[in-house]
């Protein structure tokens, strides 16, 4: 298996990223992959914020809202995916729904993380929510943005974004996050291209559009059935859901879905003018969350 690491140069100076790299390395049949997470706050906290990005981001999404967690006393870990950020990037072949869950399953048991609130959004959304149901003694909040969960239908709008995605081997990632994001500065969106010094680097975003169960039998789709019954029938935890209402893919329509899916999920946050990552208007939602789970 041909592995691609990005160079540390391109991650020095990004604005508003000062965290410290972390590495945890994961076995696979192939040989090691190398994944880096953030891991900030006091090591004994509390509650760990358990923050997974989706495509074509990577932790940087978070950086809006990390400084309000850890303002609360809350331990913040936020790792990137194997291809992206700065975790190693196989070039082809190794992208699954399986091999992404696999791999965060296994972080999350070797982190030994507790107490933990889920904070995810967009294939972060995807794999996440499957992950609790596996070790459902480790999680006991739900902090849930503009996502869905895998079980083999997908919307028209998805299907026009991944018709798209794949007519972008070389996918702007800058530019689309501008597009998506007018809150951004030029500096910000070219954080989100530090982790792609080439094409070669971006198997991983190239594969996510693909994994997306769109048919009953797909892989990773009875493994989201089986989770959406979970949040139905067996949650116990609390739960806070944020919906960037101008995404025309995962917006209200697939929000409210997901919502009655959630036990004891109450009313959602509304952000009027977040788009899809709506991590970039992440620091009020962060603020409201808290609030809810009585941490702030």
């Not at 760990?48 to 999404?61: F, I, K, V």
């Amino acid at each position: 298996m041909e592995v691609l690491r990005t160079p540390d140069e391109r991650f020095a100076g990004l604005p508003g990223w000062s965290f410290e790299p972390h590495y945890l390395e994961h076995a696979t049949p192939d040989g090691p992959l190398r994944m880096h997470y953030v891991d900030e706050g006091p090591r004994d906290a509390a509650v760990t914020a358990l923050c997974l990005h989706g495509q074509p981001t990577w932790s940087y999404l978070y950086r809006k809202m990390l400084p309000v967690f850890t303002a609360a006393g809350l331990r913040v870990v936020a790792p990137d995916f194997f291809g992206f950020g700065r975790s190693d990037k196989p070039v082809d072949g190794w992208y699954s729904f399986d091999h992404h869950r696999d791999s965060m399953l296994a972080f999350v048991e070797r982190m030994d993380l507790r107490n933990v609130m889920l904070v995810c959004q967009d294939w972060g959304g995807l794999i996440g929510l499957t992950l609790p149901m596996a070790q459902p003694e480790r999680f006991t909040r739900l902090l849930v943005m503009n996502t869905g969960l895998g079980t083999g239908a997908v919307t028209e709008g998805f299907r026009q974004w991944r018709a798209y995605a794949n007519t972008q081997p070389d996918m702007a990632i800058g530019k689309l996050m501008k597009r998506g994001c007018p809150v951004l500065g030029d500096a910000e969106a070219a954080a989100y291209d530090a982790p792609f010094p080439d094409v070669r680097h971006k198997a991983g975003v190239r594969a996510f559009p693909n994994l997306v169960p769109d048919r009953d039998d797909a892989p990773g789709a009875a493994i989201s059935r089986e989770a959406a019954a979970f949040w139905r029938e067996r949650w116990r935890g609390d739960s806070f859901m944020a919906i960037g209402m101008q995404d025309p893919v995962l917006g209200p329509p697939a929000m409210r879905s997901l919502h009655k899916l959630i036990r004891g999920c109450p009313p959602p946050m509304e952000v009027a003018e977040g788009g899809h990552f709506v991590q970039e208007w992440g620091g009020p939602v962060a603020q409201a969350a808290l609030a809810h789970f009585k941490l702030a």
